[in-house]
């Protein structure tokens, strides 16, 4: 699971993300929007007279993970990017291949 955290005045916003793509939005302790994204998506809502924007997007380049973006009234006011990078992916998967290989000869 992916946990973003901002914190905007005395506003707080948190972004839950899971494994099985269901992200849930939630202000101040209270749950304002969920939805089920593999991609990424975008979740709207307002607050305390303003509007807020959350974006989530999948990443596959460098970084293997997901961007999260929080607007107010339209302005970015906070980005975060969680992940792993690239090369750390290919290693992981490369020593699992071997081990399996050299315990079960198979692969």
């Known amino acids: ?15 839950y993300n ?3 793509g269901k992200e849930i939005v939630v202000v ?5 929007s969920e939805k089920y994204s593999i991609f990424g998506t975008r979740h ?20 293997i993970g997901i961007k999260i973006q929080l607007r107010k009234n339209g302005k970015l ?3 975060k990017t969680e992940g792993q990078s690239m090369i750390a992916m290919v290693v992981g998967i490369f020593i699992i291949v ?7 000869g198979i692969i």
Do not use: C, P, R
């Open 77 to 79: 006011v906070g980005e």
């Open 44 to 63: 709207e809502f307002t607050f305390e007279n303003d509007t807020y924007e959350v974006l989530t997007s999948f990443l596959f380049w460098n970084v």
């Open 1 to 15: 699971m992916t946990t973003a955290d901002f914190i905007i005045e005395d506003t707080n916003v948190t972004v």
């Open 98 to 104: 071997l081990i399996i290989h050299f315990l079960f």
């Open 18 to 20: 899971t494994n099985l």
């Open 28 to 32: 101040n302790g209270k749950s304002v």
